[in-house]
């Protein structure tokens, strides 16, 4: 799955600690979130939803298999 998480998070001027701090989350869970090799608990996905407060499809887009 590819997302737009970087790019959110840099045009909010947000450090990857920032992001972190606001989804309860470890810095290394942003950074692999951010390089595609960590997919999301849904849990998780709704609160990064919540903090861009944006739909959830708009931020993930699955592969095409």
Same mark, same amino acid.
């Given at each position: 799955? #590819?997302?737009? %998480?970087?790019?959110?998070? &840099?045009? #909010?001027?947000?450090?990857?600690?920032? %992001?972190? +701090?606001? %989804?309860? $989350? *470890?810095?290394? *869970? $942003?950074?692999?979130? +951010?390089?595609? &090799?960590?997919? @999301?608990? %849904?849990?998780?996905?709704?609160?990064?939803?919540?903090? !861009?407060?944006? @739909?959830?499809?708009?931020? !993930?887009? @699955?592969? +095409?298999?």
């Amino acid at each position: 799955m #590819r997302n737009h %998480l970087k790019e959110l998070r &840099k045009d #909010r001027g947000w450090s990857q600690a920032e %992001l972190a +701090e606001r %989804l309860d $989350v *470890t810095r290394q *869970t $942003v950074i692999a979130l +951010e390089k595609g &090799k960590y997919d @999301p608990s %849904l849990p998780l996905a709704f609160r990064i939803s919540k903090v !861009f407060g944006l @739909p959830i499809e708009r931020l !993930f887009i @699955p592969d +095409e298999q």
